[in-house]
């Protein structure tokens, strides 16, 4: 596959979460995810995520689920 090039995305859960005054505990209870996997999102922008939990956060912060990440080139 000559020509693709490896794309990332960075999230920006915490961004957006901040910019609406919404905690960590309280995303967590919108968004029915574990407390964990919220501080992970938190703490580590690049980490591996499903889209069905990028889904719920974006339920839990009412925002389209394309305002939580960036695409960067890697």
Do not use: W
């Not at 938190?42 to 974006?58: C, G, W, Y």
């Amino acid at each position: 596959m000559v020509g693709l090039k490896h794309m990332r995305i960075r999230l920006r859960v915490k961004e957006v979460s901040e910019q609406r005054g919404i905690s960590m505990v309280q995303l967590s209870r919108l968004s029915e995810l574990q407390y964990d996997t919220i501080r992970g999102m938190f703490n580590n922008p690049q980490r591996d995520v499903s889209i069905l939990t990028l889904e719920k956060v974006a339920h839990g912060l009412k925002v389209d689920i394309h305002e939580l990440y960036t695409v960067f080139d890697a």
